[in-house]
């Protein structure tokens, strides 16, 4: 497929302005899920989830990251190129026999992980299961992708939340270097009536910009794992601040 093609509907591309957000029905096939799923379901090395750069190094990875119908859609909506910044696969097991269930990511905008120059980021989220609010599913905030970025403080609710503190290595375009904290953002004084949970089904997928607030919340489910692939990407010629994700992939690699 010619990845210039334009997949998506003018209406689409409008409510991607518009709310922050598209969801698309089927942009994978069951097959490739299935060929994902199994994959990452095989054992695997010590710390393998954590790595955000599988997609230079794994066919399986980086078949999703470069798929033909992602990359058409995200150049569309980005209208640039796409340069790949990190890819994740994140799977919250349901509550079972042990009641252990998965925590989610608190809400927030990616922007503030992944500073950016200018402003590009945005990412896909394709779901490699069924996904909805009884099982951790996408939450976003429509519409909040427009105005400032958002003040926040580390997550405190870490019964549904993801509680974390990484300190990164940073490089600006100048040559500068320095180290910034970041922890589990979470959005200061968010109106949580605004938060809408998405219902995705398996192999359609989320786009969202970078500022588009979004999240999620424990698996509440007794037996339905919730499994999501995210790539996020810049438009070429975005400088990325972050050493460890700084060096960017074309997509149409
Ligand atoms: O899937 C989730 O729980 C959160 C995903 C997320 O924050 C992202 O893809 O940027």
Not at 127 to 152: C, I, K, W
Not at 227 to 233: I, L, P, Q
Request: charged share 25%.
């Amino acid at each position: 497929m010619n990845t210039a093609e334009q997949l998506l509907s003018q209406a689409q591309v409008s409510q991607y302005q518009r709310d922050g957000y598209l969801v698309v029905q089927d942009v994978l096939t069951p097959e490739e899920v299935d060929a994902f799923v199994d994959y990452e379901n095989e054992s695997k090395p010590e710390g393998w989830r954590e790595n955000l750069m599988h997609h230079k190094t794994d066919d399986i990875w980086r078949r999703v990251a470069t798929h033909p119908r992602i990359i058409a859609m995200a150049t569309q909506l980005n209208g640039a190129a796409p340069l790949i910044v990190q890819t994740m696969y994140l799977e919250k097991k349901p509550s079972g026999e042990d009641g252990k269930a998965g925590t989610g990511t608190a809400l927030h905008q990616d922007l503030h992980y992944l500073p950016c120059e200018p402003a590009t980021l945005m990412a896909c989220w394709v779901a490699m299961s069924d996904t909805d609010s009884e099982n951790g599913g996408l939450a976003v905030v429509p519409g909040s992708h427009t105005g400032e970025l958002r003040s926040t403080h580390r997550t405190e609710n870490v019964d549904d939340h993801d509680s974390w503190e990484v300190e990164y290595d940073m490089v600006a375009p100048d040559g500068r270097r320095w180290k910034e904290k970041m922890y589990s953002f979470e959005i200061d004084d968010l109106d949580h009536s605004e938060v809408k949970r998405l219902e995705v089904p398996r192999g359609s997928a989320v786009f969202f910009t970078g500022k588009t607030i979004h999240g999620s919340y424990g698996n509440r489910s007794r037996d339905r794992v919730r499994r999501a692939f995210a790539v996020h990407y810049v438009a070429e010629g975005t400088w990325v601040y972050r050493g460890d994700v700084h060096d960017t992939m074309p997509a149409g690699q």
